[in-house]
């Protein structure tokens, strides 16, 4: 009997800090977080949603139903209201403080050192074609060591003509997708992270080529929040040819 007790005051514990994340979430969301905002109404009566004061928000949806869906565009409090109202003019309202943060969120990458391929070095190399590994890093900053989400980000890879890529891996999260990619479930610490992305490129030795990595959306999930900008999101790597010399000839 104590041990059982003992399970549900962990259960709920549990519970009551998943409700907490989830109105942390939308009672102090981050700019450019999006958040939906659920009642239970009293009856079929005339529902409406207001926010005070009238801008720095984007209503998506559902003012004037029971799960109005917002986006915060603008750090400041708000006052969040919804009204309730009968045929006879009765009405019932309820508020809620939202205060939106600025938003410190910021994922990016940069252009790795070219390198020479694979054949680079190798004497009487077999072959017109070689495969190269190479690697991209990925940072994301919070500006916040307290604040460590899990986050994730989508990206795309185009290799220059004649060259093709395999082996896309992450060092962390979950990776999908065959081109578009999606990296899933990242953690981080310390408001911080650095991670890497993991290809192999395959082409001829005497061309140089290149692959360039494009982000296309990042986020963090306790917020549900973007990167506060996309301007850092571009990265492209050369591989360098080696010299097309020939074989050695005598007299």
Not at 87 to 107: E, H, P, R
Not at 162 to 173: C, D, L, N, R
Request: glycine content about 8%; charged content about 10%; overall charge negative.
């Amino acid at each position: 009997m104590k041990k059982n007790a003992l399970y549900l005051i962990a259960l709920l514990a549990m519970m009551i800090g998943s409700m907490d994340v989830v109105a942390q979430g939308g009672l102090t969301p981050l700019v450019n977080s999006t958040h939906t905002y659920t009642v239970t109404p009293g009856g079929a009566n005339t529902l409406a949603w207001t926010v005070a004061p009238a801008s720095g928000f984007t209503v998506n949806s559902g003012a004037s139903t029971a799960s109005v869906n917002i986006t915060w565009t603008t750090a400041g409090t708000y006052t969040l209201t919804f009204t309730e109202t009968t045929g006879a003019s009765c009405a019932t309202a309820k508020t809620a403080t939202i205060v939106v943060g600025a938003n410190t969120f910021d994922v990016s990458t940069s252009s790795p050192t070219a390198t020479c391929n694979a054949a680079d070095g190798q004497a009487n190399f077999s072959g017109s074609t070689t495969t190269t590994a190479i690697t991209y890093t990925v940072n994301m900053a919070t500006g916040n060591a307290s604040w460590s989400p899990n986050w994730e980000f989508a990206f795309t890879l185009t290799p220059s003509a004649g060259a093709t890529i395999a082996g896309v891996a992450a060092s962390v999260g979950t990776l999908s997708g065959s081109g578009p990619y999606t990296v899933t479930a990242i953690p981080s610490a310390s408001g911080a992270r650095t991670m890497t992305v993991t290809m192999n490129v395959t082409g001829d030795i005497y061309t140089q080529h290149t692959v360039d990595l494009a982000i296309t959306s990042a986020k963090e999930l306790v917020y549900d929040t973007p990167d506060k900008d996309s301007n850092d999101w571009a990265a492209a790597q050369t591989i360098n040819p080696v010299p097309n010399t020939s074989t050695i000839s005598t007299d």
